[in-house]
Nanobody, 123 residues
Framework: QVQLVESGGGLVQSGGSLRLSCAASGNIFSIYDMGWYRQAPGKQRELVARITSGGCTKTNYAHSVKGRFTISTNNAKNTVNLQMNSLKPEDTAIYYC???????????????WGQGTQVTVSS
């Protein structure tokens, strides 16, 4: 089993910054990618940012956060961070960390999710 622990959410004024962190632990053989989704009230969950693991990392960002959010990892600690700058009220949502891993050398990829952390941006 794989566990994810998130931290760093909260309340911030428009234009402010927050940093989210997520640490993965448990039966992890290898990590394919990690990232963050968010879900606002009445809306579908959407990908915010993802980063692949390994020697040549790739990142993807939602169009709405490009240039404001930065995703990074600490592979030695199996953590992923999301630095969020220039926050807007429309960024208000519950942010969920995920990791896609193999739990064994011949295992298929599996997704695991964090419990979610609330980010609220006031205008």
């Amino acid at each position: 089993q794989v566990q994810l622990v998130e931290s760093g959410g909260g309340l911030v004024q428009s234009g402010g910054s927050l940093r989210l962190s997520c640490a993965a632990s448990g039966n992890i053989f290898s990590i394919y990618d990690m990232g963050w989704y968010r879900q606002a009230p009445g809306k579908q969950r959407e990908l915010v940012a993802r980063i692949t693991s390994g020697g040549c990392t790739k990142t993807n960002y939602a169009h709405s956060v490009k240039g404001r959010f930065t995703i990074s990892t600490n592979n030695a600690k199996n953590t992923v961070n999301l630095q969020m700058n220039s926050l807007k009220p429309e960024d208000t949502a519950i942010y969920y960390c995920y990791v896609r891993v193999r739990v064994g050398i011949a295992a298929s990829l599996s997704n695991y999710w964090g419990q979610g952390t609330q980010v609220t941006v006031s205008s």
